[in-house]
């Protein structure tokens, strides 16, 4: 089952700087929604208020299940555990092996972190939100400090793991190929304090080619969109 995500009105400020402001969404159950914008815009601070981590000044976040999973961009792995025991610490009762396969983990379930690359960590990352079976699934820009074809491995096998399971799915990142090839609506946010302007919808087919011409029509919009909302940066006094 997948869950649904209902926001009203939200508004969140540290002292004076007012991060976001009165944002309206509402998410259904199996979508798969990225957010992009400029730094110090709220994104981070949007999904540890959804994931429950932080609070809203004013507003509300209604969703239809607690069973959340959240994706950090560095892996917080348990260093004195190994890659099975790290699952079975969130799951006891979990069949690891399903997931070991599904995430390409076989022959290093008893590997500790520190043996692993910064890849492979976070892969087993991955895998240990995963074996929760989440109804929602957030991603604060989790595939960042990967090389490219890890990236587009572990990108793959992800969107593999979703069409079994359909799970929502809110994710954050600076990459506009990776939110168009993971993401079926895209957020463009103002520069801070952060509004929603633009809720792109992307109309590419499920099984996405990097290379596809749709892809790249749609990175070339969300460029426009992006630059647009650049150039509109108060100079500073």
């Not at 596809?212 to 990175?219: A, F, G, I, M, Q």
Request: glycine fraction near 4%; hydrophobic fraction near 45%.
């Amino acid at each position: 089952m997948a869950a649904s995500v209902d926001i009203k009105q939200i508004c969140k400020a540290y002292g004076r700087l007012q991060v976001i402001d009165g944002w309206n969404l509402s998410i259904n159950p199996g979508e798969r929604v990225a957010v992009l914008g400029p730094s110090g815009a709220g994104k981070t601070t949007f999904l540890r208020m959804v994931a429950g981590l932080e609070q809203a000044d004013t507003g509300r976040i209604q969703m239809s299940t607690n069973r959340t999973a959240f994706v950090f961009q560095e892996p917080r792995l348990i260093p004195w555990r190994n890659v099975k025991d790290n699952l079975r610490f969130v799951n006891p009762s979990a069949d690891i092996s399903a997931i070991l396969q599904q995430l390409r983990l076989e022959g290093f379930q008893d590997y500790m972190p520190s043996q692993l690359s910064g890849g492979m960590q976070q892969r087993v990352n991955l895998a240990r939100a995963l074996i929760i079976d989440p109804e929602l699934l957030i991603l604060d820009e989790a595939f960042t400090s990967l090389d490219l074809p890890f990236k587009l491995t572990l990108i793959r096998d992800l969107l593999d793991y979703w069409h079994q399971k359909h799970f929502t799915m809110l994710m954050v990142t600076h990459d506009l190929k990776e939110a168009l090839y993971l993401a079926d609506r895209i957020l463009v946010l103002s520069n801070a304090p952060a509004r929603i302007l633009h809720d792109f919808p992307v109309r590419l087919d499920e099984h996405r080619s990097f290379s596809d011409p749709e892809l790249l029509r749609h990175e070339s919009q969300l460029l426009d969109l992006m630059y647009d909302q650049m150039n509109k940066i108060p100079p500073r006094s």
